[in-house]
């Protein structure tokens, strides 16, 4: 098995998945822009992934340049993890991640996300079954919090005895929402545990980091091998960059946005529409002063010709 996980230099920073945010083509991007050491996919449901359609999920899509790049997945059936990662591994994915971590409702209710912590003879099955699927790949977990402390050192304990490759941990329970911070001081305890028990996963702390800078002193105050980054990405593209730099130039961000809304096109075609291009108009168009009334002028554009005629004359 190779194992790109070990070949990294800590802290490793890693592009948290975001549904319909973080797709092939935004993540072929942030590899001009400034990128991560991982990037993860979107989260792809294993009940899909193995039925007749699963090939054609979009998510599934990948470019050379984002390696090394993990697959996540979720769901709560063993066999179809155990297929789903025979797709992965043929795919050429360089790793494995196991969603056991998403608080959406819905998810919740069908036993799925984070709706599995705390299962813990079924979340074994799952990942007994993973590793006989893919046996080339390094395997991950992506988690949060329990809704009380000692589950969640049962449920810590539990995922560090099953030889995982890392362990990124988001630093909520499933009822907290974004106002609440994340608690990093948590993680610390956690690496104790991890050292304690001998284990080689490695432990990459989530929650509420807005830069490279940030995620760096995160991960040596709490001693995490490093850090996931999600929606500090949508308030600057350029967080992953290792020094600070000066503000972008507008004319520079709409480059940018061009770039970006071009290789959509090209990438997607029919198979998304434009509107869902919108919401990384945002992404590049702010912090500064005329950012807002420039944004309404390009949201104007009603499909992706429309947006680079936009661009082009501001
Ligand atoms: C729009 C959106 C979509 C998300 N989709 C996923 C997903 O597909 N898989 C996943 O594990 N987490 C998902 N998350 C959670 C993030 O990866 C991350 O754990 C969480 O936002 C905390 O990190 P942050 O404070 O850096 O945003 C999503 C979060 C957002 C805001």
Not at 269 to 289: C, E, H, R
Request: hydrophobic share 40%; glycine share 6%.
């Amino acid at each position: 098995m190779t194992n790109f996980w070990q070949k990294l230099s800590k802290p490793i920073s890693v592009l948290s998945p975001m549904e319909g945010v973080t797709d092939t083509v935004f993540r072929e991007r942030l590899c001009e822009i400034g990128r991560p050491d991982v990037f993860y996919t979107e989260f792809i449901n294993v009940d899909g992934l193995v039925s007749i359609y699963g090939l054609s999920d979009l998510r599934l899509k990948f470019s050379k340049a984002e390696k090394p790049i993990v697959a996540q997945i979720w769901g709560n059936v063993p066999d179809h993890f155990f297929k789903s990662a025979q797709i992965i591994q043929n795919s050429g994915f360089n790793g494995i991640d196991l969603n056991f971590g998403c608080a959406d409702k819905e998810v919740i209710k069908h036993g799925c996300g984070a709706g599995l912590i705390g299962d813990f003879s079924l979340v074994a099955k799952i990942i007994q079954s993973v590793k006989i699927g893919a046996p080339k790949l390094p395997i991950s977990v992506k988690t949060r919090f329990a809704m009380n402390s000692n589950l969640t050192n049962d449920w810590i304990q539990f995922l560090l005895e099953q030889n995982l490759s890392a362990i990124v941990i988001h630093g909520r329970n499933s009822k907290q929402n974004y106002l609440t911070p994340a608690n990093w001081q948590e993680f610390e305890k956690i690496v104790k545990l991890r050292n304690n028990l001998k284990s080689k996963t490695l432990i990459i702390g989530n929650g509420d980091v807005i830069s490279y800078q940030d995620g760096l002193n995160k991960a040596d105050k709490y001693k995490t091998d490093g850090f996931a980054i999600a929606r500090g990405i949508l308030q600057n593209p350029w967080c992953f960059l290792k020094t600070k730099i000066k503000d972008p130039r507008i004319t520079q961000r709409l480059i940018l946005l061009k770039k970006h809304v071009e290789l959509y096109h090209q990438v997607w075609g029919d198979l998304k529409s434009f509107a869902t291009f919108k919401k990384y108009i945002k992404v590049y168009i702010q912090n500064f002063p005329e950012a807002q009334a420039l944004r309404m002028k390009l949201m104007e554009a009603n499909n992706h010709q429309e947006l680079i005629k936009l661009i082009e004359i501001n």
